[in-house]
């Protein structure tokens, strides 16, 4: 499976941008994908995830802000950020597990920034 991340970006404090990943390669129909960041000198955390059945769930930082979303007919997950603050800077991983095996995009810039 090899995933490919793409959509990041510099924008201003407020801004909106939409990350995609997809996914290629030999997927198991019931898998789950994530959405992680790490920042600079900051362990990598989660922010969203949703499986392909549609169920998702949001980290609180980002609550009210940011929407996971997926196509599965093109194996291609989302995240529409919105309202974003300078906090939100981070290089953004997209992952797919499926049947306990866990894959990893090779991750794009996000910069929020006057």
């Known amino acids: 499976v090899q995933l490919q991340a793409s959509g990041g970006g510099l924008v201003q404090p407020g801004g909106s941008l939409r990350l995609s990943c997809a996914a290629s390669?030999?997927?198991?129909?019931?898998?789950?994908m994530a959405w992680y960041r790490q920042a600079p000198g900051k362990q990598r955390e989660s922010v969203a995830f949703?499986?392909?059945?549609?169920?998702?769930n949001y980290a609180d930082f980002v609550k009210g802000r940011f929407t996971i979303s997926r196509d599965n007919t093109k194996n291609t997950m989302y995240l529409q950020m919105n309202g974003l603050k300078p906090e939100d800077t981070a290089v953004y991983y997209c992952?797919?597990?499926?049947?306990?095996?866990?894959?990893w995009g090779q991750g794009t810039q996000v910069t929020v920034s006057s």
């Open positions: 992952t797919l597990t499926s049947q306990s095996r866990a894959y």
């Open positions: 390669g030999s997927i198991f129909s019931f898998n789950v």
């Open positions: 949703i499986t392909s059945r549609g169920g998702r």
